[in-house]
């Protein structure tokens, strides 16, 4: 089960119902406790209901329980409803167990919140109010605008709300995953460079081979010399496409790429664990545009390939063909030992470009945790984790 729970709602107001009528839902549901009935409106509702700590808002903003209620009511506009829940457990560990702390939570999301929703920081209004249930403490936000033709919420919008309050809730395991997976990566790597290395001496010794890719690198690199226009993946034909996706594939068959791969998907779903129980489907790498770096290394390689090589091999062999037009059938010998020669220095040029294709895409992945992909901790984000530790009093490393 996902640490942390957030169920997000939208209310368009209508003619039978307000923005208020919403606590008629939540105040009759099963297992709630009736309200008096003149509390009729969802501001009520979280404010006043048992284990309530009342409402709490942006820093300097008075809060009129009645004048609210009222504006709800009126509101014409578009008004969502936020939970957000932890077990018991995570809320004392974390110090999530008072109204204080999640008021001063949602204030440092407010630039977030103001983003996601698409709402002017100056127009946004919110409210919430923290509910200390024994099993599942939690709060309940409004937000709306006070644009009324302002404001809108996308899927997207929701996981990245979702993520964002699931690495400030819980900044210090952040940590902890970032630091086990940093001892992880260095080890993964230490224990790798021997086998790097014994690739790297196969390829220099001529006995790291892969015909398949050979052959596709081949055909990628004539059909690039006829080919006008950019040389990057995204400006190519579908046929050009599917080339550099084949090669991408036949890579990605290779076991030690697998490990690599299947490594960066393991960190980058731990961190995803938090606010979510089901994970995203895995792409394949040649589909996973986080790499698309990959197919542009193979466009730079068969293009040099192309224009470097192949009309030079052109050329010796229309040169060929005048000296035996020349000669007569007496040099057929020498223009296929020209051939043959040709032959074996493409397959020594094609499989040394395919070799260092290799290497560098197993380098790819090994750096691109550094990039900070893998985990989504990036400097800004580390230094954020940082002053959330400083402000709870925790060391920082």
């Not at 923005?19 to 309200?35: C, N, Q, W």
């Amino acid at each position: 089960m996902a640490k942390l729970i957030t169920k997000f709602r939208y209310l368009k107001p209508t003619k039978k119902r307000k923005a208020g009528g919403y606590a008629t839902y939540i105040a009759t549901r099963e297992g709630v406790e009736k309200l008096p009935s003149e509390q009729k409106t969802y501001a009520d509702y979280i404010a006043t209901r048992p284990c309530s700590q009342g409402l709490f808002t942006d820093e300097g903003r008075e809060i009129n329980l009645r004048q609210l209620s009222t504006e709800l009511n009126q509101y014409q506009g578009n008004l969502w409803t936020v939970i957000i829940s932890l077990s018991r457990e995570d809320a004392e560990r974390l110090g999530f167990a008072t109204a204080i702390r999640w008021r001063d939570f949602l204030r440092s999301e407010r630039s977030e919140i103001a983003e996601q929703f698409h709402i002017l920081q100056g127009n946004l209004r919110w409210y919430a109010a923290f509910h200390n249930e024994k099993h599942h403490p939690h709060v309940h936000l409004m937000v709306w605008s006070e644009d009324e033709k302002e404001g809108y919420l996308s899927e997207k919008g929701i996981e990245k709300l979702r993520s964002s309050f699931a690495k400030s809730i819980f900044a210090q395991d952040w940590c902890n995953i970032y630091d086990n997976y940093t001892n992880a990566r260095n080890t993964l790597r230490q224990e790798s460079r021997e086998r790097m290395r014994e690739i790297v001496e196969s390829i220099n010794d001529g006995t790291y081979e892969n015909k398949t890719i050979e052959n596709l690198l081949l055909q990628l690199a004539r059909q690039l010399s006829a080919t006008t226009g950019k040389k990057q993946y995204g400006y190519l034909k579908p046929e050009l496409k599917r080339l550099v996706d084949a090669i991408v594939t036949e890579f990605a068959k290779d076991p030690r790429i697998a490990e690599l791969y299947n490594l960066w998907y393991e960190q980058k779903e731990s961190g995803i664990r938090f606010y979510k129980d089901e994970m995203p489907e895995r792409v394949p790498l040649t589909d996973n545009p986080e790499f698309r770096t990959m197919k542009n290394m193979i466009l730079q390689e068969a293009e040099k390939l192309g224009f470097a090589d192949l009309p030079v091999q052109m050329t010796q062999k229309k040169q060929d063909r005048e000296e035996a037009k020349q000669t007569g059938t007496g040099n057929y010998n020498h223009c296929k030992n020209t051939a043959n020669h040709n032959a074996n220095r493409n397959h020594t040029v094609i499989a040394s470009i395919v070799a260092h294709l290799f290497v560098s895409f197993a380098q790819l992945l090994y750096d691109d945790p550094d990039r900070h992909k893998i985990s989504k901790i990036d400097r800004k984000q580390r230094r954020q984790i940082d002053e959330k530790k400083q402000a709870q009093g925790m060391r920082i490393d």
